[in-house]
């Protein structure tokens, strides 16, 4: 990673792309890390990351060495913190915004200046360097920023570059998917333990499962729906298990919670005025 950079946000998101970018040797020294008021949450990450943080420096010395300036706080917190940002930016750095809802016009215009801004929307997953990032371009952008977009996030997963309008749809299908796969686990676990099984062999047997099933994924060609047909005999078990899920509207289910994130991230950028 040639990229220097300094997140504004020091929380849980932040901390995934850190690790990720860690984890695939992106030195330390490229990265930044500054927050609101928290000063043991950056004393926790230059300990365990030894990355630069702002209590011990101005944050006009970390803007200055970074090329790119990765948003990195809740959308509620948007506002306030580009108010205080704007003053310590050259008009060239590139900013990348990876909070729900917010457009990147809305950021340019709170911002009031020409820096190119590019939305990304990645998932906590980058931990492992497994996160799919929709990446879009917003204001001020060109490809060389999408490039460099692309080249930070592809270092803690897959990117997909869409349209800023799909942000929204993107948002509430990766950026909050890890959470439905981490219910469905849980479902699967309370279920197996409520019909008898001990919970430490539930939670082996159903992490391995979707472990398993998330491999198959990755390393065939084969679409999900082979692979069901192949696990499923005709009068067998699974094609049991499976009519109860239709049943019960599995689908429609996964169709509203997608729809749901999208609207409630719809709601965050019209809450941003
Ligand atoms: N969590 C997830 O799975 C994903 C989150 N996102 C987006 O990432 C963003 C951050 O989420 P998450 O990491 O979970 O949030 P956290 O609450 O964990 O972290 C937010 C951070 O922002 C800091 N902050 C707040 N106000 C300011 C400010 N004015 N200036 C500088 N820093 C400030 C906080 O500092 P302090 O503690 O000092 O207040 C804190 O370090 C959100 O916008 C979310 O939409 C995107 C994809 C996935
Ligand atoms: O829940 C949220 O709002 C954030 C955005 C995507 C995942 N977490």
């Known amino acids: 990673m040639k990229h220097t950079m300094t997140f504004i946000g020091a929380g849980n998101m932040a901390e995934a792309i850190i690790t990720g970018l860690l984890n695939t040797g992106c030195p330390k020294e490229r990265i930044f890390v500054t927050n609101k008021s928290n000063n043991e949450r950056l004393i926790y990450m230059n300990n ?63 911002l009031g200046t020409k820096n190119p801004i590019i939305r990304a929307m990645p998932n906590t997953s980058a931990t492992v360097g497994q996160s799919a990032t929709g990446i879009a371009r917003g204001v001020n952008a060109d490809d060389s920023h999408v490039r460099i977009a692309e080249e930070i996030f592809s270092a803690i997963g897959t990117t997909t570059v869409v349209d800023e309008d799909d942000l929204h749809l993107v948002t509430g299908l990766a950026g909050s998917g890890p959470a439905y796969i981490y219910r469905i686990v849980e479902s699967l676990e309370q279920a197996a333990v409520s019909l008898g099984l001990k919970e430490e062999a539930a939670k082996a047997l159903v992490r391995q499962v979707i472990i398993g099933a998330a491999e198959m994924l990755k390393n065939s060609d084969v679409d999900p729906g082979e692979l069901r047909r192949k696990v499923t005999s005709p009068g067998g078990t699974t094609a049991a298990g499976l009519r109860a899920l239709e049943n019960h509207q599995l689908p429609k289910a996964l169709l509203e919670a997608v729809k749901e994130a999208t609207i409630r991230s719809q709601e965050l950028e019209k809450q941003q005025y």
């Not at 702002?54 to 913190?81: G, H, T, W």
């Not at 900013?95 to 950021?107: M, N, R």
């Open 48 to 110: 365990n990351y030894g990355i630069g943080v702002n209590y011990d420096r101005q944050l006009q010395e970390l803007i200055d060495q970074s090329e790119v300036v990765i948003l990195a706080m809740k959308p509620k917190d948007l506002f306030a913190a580009l108010d205080h940002l704007k003053s310590h930016l050259k008009s060239d750095q590139l900013i990348i915004s990876v909070l729900a809802g917010a457009s990147s016009k809305q950021i340019s215009e709170c």
